[in-house]
């Protein structure tokens, strides 16, 4: 059962996001990291900034961050960087890395104290928030086992925010905050056919009181839609705090695609979240990063006299952030070009 989670942006190690230009001596990282052509000396880092765009501001392949912990292990007291910062780039044993910058104008040591908060988050985290603390993915046994609307207060079907409904199938459901869902989209492996996961749309949520029984009340504090007889009855867990993600290359899959992108659009773009047909069981993890490929075109070839296809062209880079067992959602960090559903997912 997929956990609600609010991601915290928080702090990042000045270490660890520039470990990004550190080159690393083995595994994917051997080859030389390649630094942008038009990349400036001196960066000052603004508010609204992330460090993936930072990043790319200096580098061709923006999410490479290296083995962060060998940089900066310190990761109990880590550097933040903030707006007003400037960054920049150095060479160290010939490796390009960027250090903060402190500027003429300081005169001797000095404390600096700033909320976390207003820390450079690593990745835009507005476009996965609400994502996060709604729909999930769960299993058909999940919802089936599930407690259920029974019905509103005076026999009302339909029901919202402020309103106070009951639930059946609760004797074993501790009192405490519960979400409503929905069954929604099931995905489907698109090689295999098998059943990856079903969606469970977001309703509402709200305080599910003592079981008399089989039932309970629920008073409904916030709702998304409307709220039906029903509907299903999901606890929400304890928010875990992720503290950031550490981009790196995923491993190399087979058969895998884009399967959907949440919120139904035919063409995909930067910052959509969208569904991969792999997850933890094929060796992904958070913050892996895969290359999108748009199959390429079919040609006729009057030479020959038959049909070619055209060599599949890069699309984008998207970020795992959510990864269950058979499936994982991601972030569409870059997009050269539209994606669409079913193009091919590879190793970046």
């Given at each position: 059962?997929?956990?609600h ?12 996001l520039?470990g ?5 001596s ?11 052509e ?10 609204g900034?992330?460090l ?11 999410w ?6 060998s940089?900066?292990?310190q ?7 903030y ?6 780039l150095?060479?160290v044993?010939?490796?390009?890395k960027?250090v903060?910058?402190g500027g ?13 908060s207003?820390?450079v ?6 476009h996965?928030r ?9 299993s058909?046994s999940?919802l ?9 207060e ?8 402020g309103?106070?409904?009951?639930a059946?199938?609760?004797?074993d459901?501790?009192p405490?905050?519960y ?5 929604g989209r099931?995905?489907r ?7 990856l ?5 977001f ?7 003592v079981?008399?029984?089989d039932?309970?009340?629920l ?14 009855l999901?606890?929400?867990?304890p928010?875990?705090?992720?503290p ?15 399967i ?12 959509d979240?969208v ?5 933890g ?5 958070p913050?892996?990063v895969?290359?999108?490929y748009?199959?390429g ?6 030479e020959a006299?038959?049909w070619v ?12 952030f959510?990864?269950?067992e058979?499936?994982?959602y ?5 997009a050269?070009?539209p ?6 997912v590879?190793?970046?």
């Amino acid at each position: 059962m997929r956990k609600h989670r609010v991601v915290d942006g928080g702090g990042w190690l000045i270490g660890v996001l520039w470990g990004v230009l550190l080159v690393a001596s083995t595994g994917a990282f051997a080859d030389r990291l390649q630094l942008r052509e038009d990349h400036p000396e001196v960066y000052v880092v603004k508010r609204g900034d992330t460090l993936w765009d930072i990043s790319e501001t200096f580098l061709r392949d923006p999410w490479r961050w290296p083995e962060i912990w060998s940089y900066n292990p310190q990761v109990q007291n880590p550097h933040l960087i903030y707006p007003g910062d400037r960054l920049r780039l150095v060479f160290v044993d010939g490796e390009p890395k960027l250090v903060r910058d402190g500027g003429p104008e300081r005169l001797g040591p000095q404390v600096r104290v700033q909320p976390l908060s207003a820390a450079v988050p690593a990745i835009p985290m507005e476009h996965l928030r609400a994502f996060l603390t709604a729909d999930r993915i769960v299993s058909t046994s999940d919802l089936d086992s599930a407690p259920y609307v029974l019905a509103g207060e005076e026999g009302r079907l339909i029901l919202g925010s402020g309103d106070h409904l009951y639930a059946r199938g609760v004797e074993d459901a501790a009192p405490g905050t519960y979400g409503v869902y929905r069954p929604g989209r099931v995905f489907r492996d698109p090689v295999s056919g098998d059943k990856l996961g079903i969606e469970a749309r977001f309703i509402g949520a709200g305080e599910l009181g003592v079981a008399d029984g089989d039932i309970a009340a629920l008073s409904l504090d916030d709702t998304a839609r409307e709220v039906r007889v029903g509907d299903r009855l999901l606890p929400i867990e304890p928010e875990t705090l992720l503290p950031v993600f550490s981009p790196q290359p995923a491993p190399e899959v087979t058969e895998a695609h884009l399967i959907a992108v949440v919120g139904g659009m035919n063409h995909i773009g930067q910052y959509d979240v969208v569904v991969i047909n792999r997850g933890g069981q094929h060796g992904v993890a958070p913050g892996h990063v895969v290359a999108v490929y748009r199959q390429g075109a079919k040609v006729r070839d009057a030479e020959a006299r038959e049909w070619v296809r055209l060599p599949d062209e890069r699309a984008g880079l998207v970020m795992l952030f959510d990864v269950h067992e058979a499936m994982s959602y991601g972030l569409v960090m870059d997009a050269q070009r539209p994606m669409q559903v079913m193009d091919r997912v590879r190793h970046p």
